[in-house]
């Protein structure tokens, strides 16, 4: 839930620290510190708040001499967003700084012990008993320390540690959490995300679970858990460092809403190839395609509502059961998956602990594993049978955007790609140019809606907003909402509009919100006959109709538009508006858009 760097080389290590930590700010973080090591000793600056403050203290870290050090960012779990609290934590005898990505569960049992062995405790934190471990096992080998130390450990953890005896060395231990190395010219880092490195290198090492490195400014050595040395595939970051940038935009969020077309291309169009899609990567499975009886898509938040999504276009074209599950409840549910079970993991960072738990539990029930992510190298990646990357380039702001819309792009290219090769397909011809015309019709949709502000600023001082819809209209509603809740603030439901009359009616009252989503021709009467409904009870309505329907003009209050498609796929469309929505109306109410209190981009622990 928060971010770390390391740095050895030729070059101050302070600054160096510092913009990487600045790379990494929208994971989400409360806190900030840097541990530099100089002349045999180490210094350690931490503050509470922002990375800037760091700045001003340490004189963007020319008040820091050292060429070695780690850096951190905190999302407070256990203990308060306090200095005290702040990483990286020294040992007892000042030998050791610690910084710490996850969580250690037997945290509580360690340090009851280590304060019978004597150690005291500065902090309230889990990752203090980490370095007290390495001092207590330290007898002049810091491999050997961590080795004995991860051992002792119950949880997730990436750690970077520097040892004021081993001058010029960093190291790095994985359990669990993303971790990456960077290789450079005479220097070399670590980081939890490639963003903090790609002003210094292209050239990255991805660490998998119980490994751990030793780094030195010419030099990388990777470890098993045991100690033996291996050997990595040095991978090659390829998109463009100014992709990571703002660009002019006031906000991340809006650039990479405005990203979003061309993002959506990138992911669609390299997959169609002679007007049938096709996906390389998924050859072994195809055979296997006629054995599945059922599809599961499990995933968390953004990431869970894409696959609510296109559960309607792989049960439609497919004709194979289909359920969505969120992960944190799948990974304890006791799933009937078996190995006819086709589970689709979705996660845009490939680092979702919850995620990454439900697919070990169902590959250990024989399920055939297909991972839908944007992080190439990355924990879910690496386990799942499969791989299909949504190619979204880097997502900056904690809130998703481009990262959902090209899920859900993936997840129509597999129903088309799956009901095609099982010869369940008609009219495969049109979906394939549905497909091709998704870029073009989310432009349209941003172009089309230049009343999304002043509508920001008619509803951002609501108490509550409703979403409702029904069907495809529905999964829609529910990222909508999550949208507007994540970066606004403001309490945001979205409900399946046939279950109003059901009990949520009673929350309608005289001029409150419904943004009513009526993209789904099928249902277009009856989600009609809801929004008089509401209006009925003093509700406003906002509905979001198809460019065309003119039976919605005369029922709403306010409108948004997309442009006419094929309702199977409207989804992907039908979302950006509601982007636009949720960010003007944060924007209205003074938010900190791209980094939302409380929340983190990639949520690693549990």
Same mark, same amino acid.
């Given at each position: 839930m928060c971010g770390i760097v390391g740095f050895t080389g030729r070059q101050s290590a302070a600054p160096v620290l510092l913009d990487g930590l600045k790379k990494l700010e929208y994971r989400g973080y409360d806190s900030a510190g840097i541990a530099v090591m100089d002349n045999g000793t180490i210094s350690v600056n931490k503050v509470r708040g922002r990375i800037a403050s760091l700045c001003e203290k340490t004189g963007d870290g020319a008040s820091v001499p050292g060429f070695t050090g780690i850096g951190h960012t905190r999302w407070a779990t256990?203990?308060?967003?306090?200095?005290?609290? &702040?990483?990286?934590?020294?040992?007892?005898?000042?030998?050791?700084?610690? =910084?710490?990505?996850?969580?250690?569960?037997?945290?509580?049992?360690?340090?009851?012990?280590?304060?019978?062995?004597?150690?005291?405790? +500065?902090?309230?934190?889990?990752?203090?008993?980490? =370095?007290?471990?390495?001092?207590?096992?330290? *007898?002049?080998?810091?491999?050997?320390?961590?080795?004995?130390?991860?051992?002792?450990?119950?949880?997730?953890?990436?750690?970077?540690?520097?040892?004021?005896?081993?001058?010029?060395?960093?190291?790095?231990?994985?359990?669990?959490?993303?971790?990456?190395?960077?290789?450079?010219?005479?220097?070399?880092?670590?980081?939890?995300?490639?963003? &903090?490195?790609?002003?210094?290198?292209?050239?990255?090492?991805?660490?998998?679970?119980?490994?751990?490195?030793?780094?030195?400014?010419?030099?990388?050595?990777?470890?098993?858990?045991?100690?033996? %040395?291996?050997?990595? $595939?040095?991978?090659?970051?390829?998109?463009?460092?100014?992709?990571?940038?703002?660009?002019?935009?006031?906000?991340?969020? /809006? $650039?990479?809403?405005?990203?979003?077309?061309? *993002?959506?291309? &990138?992911?669609?169009?390299?997959?169609?190839?002679?007007?049938?899609?096709?996906?390389?990567?998924?050859?072994?499975?195809?055979?296997?395609?006629?054995?599945?009886?059922?599809?599961?898509?499990?995933?968390?938040?953004? &990431?869970?509502?894409?696959?609510?999504?296109?559960?309607?276009?792989? %049960?439609?074209?497919?004709?194979?059961?289909?359920?969505? +599950?969120? *992960?944190?409840?799948?990974?304890?549910?006791?799933? /009937?998956?078996?190995?006819?079970?086709?589970?689709?993991?979705?996660? +845009?960072?490939?680092?979702?602990?919850?995620?990454?738990?439900?697919?070990? %539990?169902?590959?250990?029930?024989?399920?055939?594993?297909?991972? =839908?992510?944007?992080?190439?190298?990355?924990?879910?990646?690496?386990?799942?049978?499969?791989?299909?990357?949504?190619?979204?380039?880097?997502?900056?702001?904690?809130?998703?955007?481009?990262?959902?819309?090209?899920q859900i792009a993936v997840l129509y290219m597999l129903a088309v790609f799956f009901a095609e090769r099982l010869g369940r397909l008609d009219d495969a011809p049109e979906l394939v140019e549905e497909l091709q015309a998704l870029p073009r019709r989310i432009q349209q949709a941003i172009d089309m809606n230049p009343s999304v502000p002043a509508l920001a600023r008619k509803y951002h001082e609501s108490r509550a907003l409703f979403f409702i819809g029904r069907n495809t209209d529905y999964a829609v509603a529910l990222e909508g909402a999550l949208k507007m809740k994540e970066i606004s603030y403001i309490h945001a439901e979205a409900y399946a509009a046939g279950e109003l009359k059901h009990g949520t009616i009673a929350l309608i009252e005289e001029h409150c919100p419904v943004i009513a989503l009526c993209c789904n021709p099928s249902v277009m009467e009856k989600t009609l006959s809801n929004i008089v409904e509401v209006k009925s009870r003093g509700a406003e309505v906002l509905a979001l109709p198809f460019r065309d329907n003119r039976r919605i003009l005369s029922a709403a209050d306010d409108l948004l538009f997309i442009p006419d498609a094929d309702a199977l796929f409207s989804p992907v469309i039908e979302i950006v508006p509601l982007q636009l929505l949720a960010y003007y109306v944060a924007k209205a109410n003074g938010c900190d858009i791209d980094k939302p209190k409380n929340l983190a981009k990639s949520v690693t622990v549990e």
């Open positions: 256990h203990g308060a967003p306090t200095e005290e609290n &702040a990483h990286p934590h020294l040992s007892n005898d000042g030998r050791f700084a610690v =910084v710490h990505n996850g969580i250690i569960e037997n945290y509580i049992v360690l340090r009851e012990e280590l304060i019978r062995d004597g150690y005291r405790f +500065q902090s309230e934190t889990d990752t203090e008993v980490i =370095v007290h471990l390495i001092e207590m096992y330290y *007898a002049g080998n810091v491999r050997d320390a961590l080795i004995k130390t991860a051992n002792r450990l119950r949880g997730s953890y990436a750690l970077g540690v520097i040892c004021s005896e081993e001058p010029g060395k960093i190291y790095a231990v994985r359990e669990a959490s993303p971790l990456i190395l960077g290789i450079g010219m005479d220097e070399n880092f670590f980081a939890s995300d490639v963003t &903090a490195l790609v002003n210094h290198t292209r050239n990255v090492v991805y660490l998998e679970d119980g490994e751990f490195a030793e780094l030195s400014g010419n030099d990388i050595r990777i470890f098993d858990c045991s100690g033996r %040395e291996i050997s990595k $595939k040095v991978s090659r970051i390829t998109w463009d460092v100014q992709a990571a940038e703002k660009g002019g935009y006031d906000h991340f969020m /809006l $650039k990479e809403i405005m990203e979003q077309p061309a *993002a959506v291309r &990138a992911t669609v169009a390299p997959r169609i190839k002679d007007g049938k899609v096709d996906f390389e990567e998924l050859a072994g499975l195809v055979p296997e395609l006629p054995d599945v009886s059922k599809i599961v898509i499990t995933a968390c938040g953004s &990431a869970y509502y894409a696959g609510c999504a296109g559960k309607y276009a792989l %049960e439609r074209l497919c004709r194979i059961p289909v359920e969505t +599950q969120l *992960a944190s409840e799948l990974r304890y549910s006791d799933p /009937l998956i078996d190995s006819r079970t086709l589970l689709i993991v979705i996660s +845009q960072s490939g680092e979702t602990a919850d995620t990454i738990a439900a697919l070990r %539990e169902c590959r250990a029930r024989g399920a055939k594993t297909l991972a =839908v992510v944007n992080v190439v190298g990355s924990s879910v990646a690496s386990l799942a049978d499969y791989t299909v990357y949504t190619r979204a380039g880097p997502e900056i702001a904690v809130a998703t955007t481009k990262g959902y819309t090209t």
